[in-house]
Structures are given as structure tokens and as C-alpha cells.
């Protein structure tokens, strides 16, 4: 069993900033890859960052440059912090762990409302 859990989502006005923390627990051996994915209402589920073991990152076009993915390879925790947000960041964001094996687990989400 893997749990992954969120948190540090909630309201914030436009321009500000939140960091969403992601911690993986459980039978995990072996973590590949760690990131964020968001989905809105009636939309596919789209990637906004990722980060593997060794440090590479991607990112989203519409993140780059306000926001950053980070992780701590000890505690299998995952951070994202947002800056400049913007109304349309507005969303479900959900956190994946890939191992080794290439398993994919997910979090629940966590509710980001950016108000203009």
C-alpha cells in the first residue's frame, strides 16, 4: 500500500503565492519520479510539473517561470510553490508518485482558488 498525501492548497488573490507540499508513504521502494498534475472541471487531467530522483524538472508553458518543483528525496516529499498566481491557475491540483517499476499512485487533490 502507498499513500500519497497532499496539502497546502486554499484561497489566495491574484499575484500571490502558495506552496503545496505532497508526501509519499508506505511500501515504496524505490521512487522514479514525483509531480503535479491539475484538472478542471470538464477537462483532461494536464501536467504541470514533474521532478525525478536525479533533479530534472519539466514544467507546463503556462508555469514557467512562476513556478517551482522541488523534493526531498529522504522524506519522499514533493513541494510545489506557485507564485504570481493567476485566476486561471484556479483548480484541482493532484499530486503523482511514479516508482521504479513505474506504478503510478495519486493523491487526492488539494483546491487552489486564485480570486481576482
Known amino acids: 500500500q502507498v499513500q500519497v498525501v497532499e496539502s497546502g492548497g486554499g484561497l489566495v488573490q491574484a499575484g500571490g503565492s502558495l506552496r503545496l507540499s505532497c508526501a509519499a508513504s508506505g511500501s515504496i521502494f524505490s521512487i522514479n519520479a514525483m509531480g503535479w498534475y491539475r484538472q478542471a472541471p470538464g477537462k483532461q487531467r494536464e501536467l504541470v510539473a514533474t521532478?525525478?530522483?536525479?533533479?530534472?524538472?519539466n514544467y507546463a508553458d503556462s508555469v514557467k517561470g512562476r513556478f517551482t518543483i522541488s523534493r526531498d528525496n529522504a522524506k519522499n516529499t514533493v513541494y510545489l510553490q506557485m507564485n504570481s498566481l493567476k485566476p486561471e491557475d484556479t483548480t484541482v491540483y493532484y499530486c503523482?508518485?511514479?516508482?521504479?517499476?513505474?506504478?503510478?499512485?495519486w493523491g487526492q487533490g488539494t483546491q487552489v482558488t486564485v480570486s481576482s
Open positions: 521532478i525525478t530522483s536525479g533533479g530534472s524538472t
Open positions: 503523482i508518485v511514479i516508482t521504479a517499476q513505474l506504478v503510478n499512485y
